[in-house]
């Protein structure tokens, strides 16, 4: 099993890191005045034009899209598994000035794998350009989406298009003016078996009857790009915009969530590793007791124990991209399982000792952890909440269990 880079990737995370310390880390500053100027006008989502600039330069330099392999010339998961923890240091503008920001790069990959040559005209190719944005939606406020055959939105057949009325919550990126098309899970054949009773459609957001109730901030923080409940009354679209099969959308679904796990996974680990070093660096200038607080023997054990838990759920996120990578998304599901359980678990751990070495100034608004916290916090919600997989990952466990002891028996 080989968890390193390759020597394309290398090159390429060099690349990486100087973007980000010569352009990322300088424009941070920036981006939250012109977040603020824009808040105070009334436009809380529109992009700081500083996002824009860091994008073209990106583009310039050959870091764009470097998640989806058929434009990175082939980069495989591992290589990208790297690249997303560095763009993790930086959250709010790294991803997004390499267009590899969710949740555009799982509307890509879909897109990419299931699209039809009209569709990747019309939506995908302006995604891969940066020009638009994209929400995805799935979740819904009335049935435990954790399950995602609960989820109730219908999509009804009408002559040659699509009749689609429900209502979806927490669909990413749906509140940012740049964002021009959804795509919605929602029931075509309730009759049919469970995991084939669904199908997904594109709707482009000013289509007649799509209304945006509201945006829902996490933690009292609201997101650039938004976290929207919408509602669909009537929405007509062509059936043309079917994207693969009707019935397939579970598995659409799957094949979506499961390497964005692997980008959530490792962006989560990158933001650990800032919060373990403003830690470090907060404990060196900070005197108490006669002394730096880097002195103190909990502040120590905090920062080893916060090593040997970003480690472990690095190596682990690598499995996981090695498996998808040589093995497929499909034969890596426990390992997929396992990470998106660990990355979140093991970054709050970190955020939260980085808090208390900070003192009142880590809950304030002077530093980024109460954002950073708020943020890995409901990683712990999306594409699946802990408590599923741990399910799955016991299931599969126990499947691996009984082969193992028939083949002992025999």
């Known amino acids: 099993m080989e968890l390193g880079l390759s020597e394309r990737g290398a090159i390429l995370l060099d690349q990486v890191n100087a973007f980000m310390r010569s352009e990322v880390f300088p424009a941070e500053s920036i981006y939250a005045d012109q977040r603020a100027e824009l808040i105070a006008s009334g436009q809380p989502h529109s992009v700081p034009p500083i996002v824009e600039e860091l994008k073209s330069k990106a583009q310039t330099l050959g870091l764009w899209n470097l998640f989806l392999p058929s434009l990175s010339d082939g980069l495989g998961a591992v290589d990208y598994a790297y690249m997303a923890e560095r763009m993790g240091w930086s959250l709010d503008i790294a991803p997004e000035a390499m267009n590899c920001a969710a ?38 406020p009335d049935v435990g989406s954790s399950d995602a055959t609960n989820i109730q939105l219908s999509i009804e057949r009408d002559g040659n298009d699509y009749l689609i009325n429900g209502r979806k919550w927490w669909s990413s990126g749906i509140m940012d003016p740049r964002c021009q098309i959804m795509i919605v899970m929602g029931k075509t054949d309730p009759s049919a078996p469970r995991h084939l009773q669904q199908s ?9 009857g799509v209304a945006i109730v509201r945006d829902l901030s996490v933690f009292g923080y609201h997101d650039q790009h938004g976290h ?15 994207l693969g099969e009707e019935g397939s959308g579970f598995a659409i679904a799957q094949a979506r969530l499961g390497p964005g796990r692997i980008h959530h996974c490792m962006r989560t680990i990158g933001i650990a590793e800032r919060a373990l070093a403003l830690m470090v660096e907060r404990a060196e200038k900070r005197e108490v007791f006669g002394g730096p607080l880097i002195n103190q023997g909990v502040v120590q054990e905090w920062i080893a124990e916060s090593r040997i838990a970003i480690d472990q759920a690095r190596l682990l996120t690598l499995k996981a991209a090695w498996t998808i990578e040589n093995f497929s998304a499909k034969n890596a599901r426990s390992e997929i399982a396992a990470i998106k359980v660990v990355a979140p678990r093991a970054a709050l751990q970190v955020i939260d000792r980085a808090m208390q070495t900070f003192g009142g100034a880590g809950i304030g608004p002077d530093t980024v952890l109460p954002r950073m916290y708020a943020g890995v916090r409901s990683l712990r919600f999306a594409d699946g909440p802990d408590e599923v997989h741990l399910r799955d990952l016991a299931r599969l466990e126990i499947q691996k269990q009984a082969v193992t002891r028939g083949t002992l028996s025999d």
Do not use: C, H, Y
Not at 106 to 135: C, H, V, Y
Not at 228 to 242: A, D, H, I, Q, S
């Open 228 to 242: 929207g409940e919408v509602t669909f009354e009537n929405v007509r679209v062509p059936m043309t915009n079917l």
């Open 200 to 208: 997904m459609v594109l709707v482009p957001l000013k289509t007649p």
């Open 103 to 140: 949740p555009d790069t799982g509307n890509m990959e879909i897109l990419s794998m299931f699209g039809t040559p009209a569709q990747k005209q019309t939506w995908l190719e302006p995604l891969t350009q940066g020009r638009i944005r994209s929400a995805f939606a799935m979740t819904e």
